[in-house]
């Protein structure tokens, strides 16, 4: 997946209108969106088919599946059926849940991203003490995506070399959690940045200075 600029929106307004309407405004910038549950759950399934067919954007659905493989592989299906490009998937649930989500992405010639460690202080607890453990199972497997923070640069780069550098990281946490675009792309490939742009006044202005803060 080629990420234009290296940056992914993550769209987690919960009105349709607005969403299209940032979009709008920074689509000649981008050409990939993640959407999450709050979109999802506020507007459907068929906002996957609006970003797609009003700005040609790849789509990422940012559902951490996280449950049995049976239900996972629902939720992978109903993604990809309405039009996903990717999944995001948690791999603490272990490798025969993430073995669906994989199973049903190949099957739909469709990718998934597999959830190492979340950007936010609480991972700290317990998630972050098994992130190199779940992306060495993810190297296991022979999956190529995975997501990894920006917040804390030195994890980053030891799950860069766990995976190694033909393995494709997205990363979350720059701006508003404090990460740090430039130094970011040291170890990730792509930059994964709601708030920063969308909450902005002028998004299309906020998308700009990011593009060039890492030049």
Known sequence: MEIKNNIILAMDLMNLLDAYSVAEKVSKY????????????????????????????????????????????????????????????????????????LKVANEHEKEIFLLTEMSHPGAKMFLQKFSYKIAEMGVAMGIKNYVAPSTR??????????????????SPGVGVQGGKAKDTLKYANGLIIGRSIYEDSNPEIAIEKIIESVK
């Open 30 to 101: 981008i050409n990939t969106i993640k959407i999450g549950y709050p979109l999802t759950l506020a507007e459907g399934l068929k906002t996957i088919q609006v970003f797609k067919e009003n700005f040609d954007f790849q789509v990422i659905c940012d559902y951490k599946v996280a449950d049995i493989p049976e239900t996972n592989s629902k939720i992978a299906n109903l993604s990809f059926v309405a039009g996903a490009d990717g999944i995001i998937t948690h791999g603490f649930v272990g490798k025969d849940s993430v073995e669906s989500c």
């Open 153 to 170: 640069l030195d994890r980053l780069a030891t799950i860069r070399k766990i995976v190694g550098n033909d393995s494709f990281i997205i």
